[in-house]
């Protein structure tokens, strides 16, 4: 204490302690806050789209993946981390589409990326734009689905647009020889 009874003012040191322990904690919070928030897109996923829950599962959000394997934890870019960062967390949402020719099933996936932005959630969904989420997520996950199960439709649909744009139809080409 200094002679006029106010607190001395602490040092640089001191001072960035106290940030690196704010800063700890808030990549603490965020991570918590938002593999919940991942659970429960891919627990709620499965309704949404109307299928069974076992065409659904939570994946890594990129690189090699099975979506018959329950992934936990794995699922989450956080995994195997020595070191918790402030950072969007990222996960994949697999859905299992089985054919309708043959007992053959396509495999699509997406990553989400789920951030605490004050008192929301920006969460991205693919190339979909950004939506705002409550913190308090509970029954207000449909957005988010709905920006899932657009980015799997949006692959085909766009593939298939492409396909038949007649500007293709006259354009130069080369025969295979």
Request: with cysteine; aromatic share 12%.
């Amino acid at each position: 204490m200094s002679t006029d009874d106010h607190p001395a003012p602490a040092s640089r040191y001191e001072e960035l302690k106290r940030a690196i322990s704010d800063y700890g904690e808030a990549a603490f919070q965020n991570l918590l806050r938002a593999r919940a928030l991942g659970e429960a897109v891919i627990a709620g996923f499965p309704a949404y789209m109307g299928c069974d829950s076992a065409c659904v599962s939570g994946v890594p959000p990129e690189g090699a993946f099975d979506p018959r394997r329950d992934y936990g934890e794995e699922a989450f870019s956080f995994h195997g981390r020595q070191v918790i960062a402030l950072e969007p967390v990222r996960f994949g949402v697999s859905l299992i589409v089985g054919n309708v020719e043959d007992k053959g099933a396509l495999w699509l996936r997406t990553a989400v990326s789920a951030e605490v932005a004050g008192e929301a959630f920006d969460v991205f969904v693919g190339a979909q734009p950004m939506i705002r989420t409550p913190l308090e997520f509970a029954g207000a996950l449909d957005p988010i689905h709905e920006a899932i199960y657009r980015e799997f439709l949006n692959a085909f649909q766009i593939e298939v647009m492409e396909f038949q744009d007649v500007r293709f139809r006259t354009g130069i080409g080369f025969l295979p020889s």
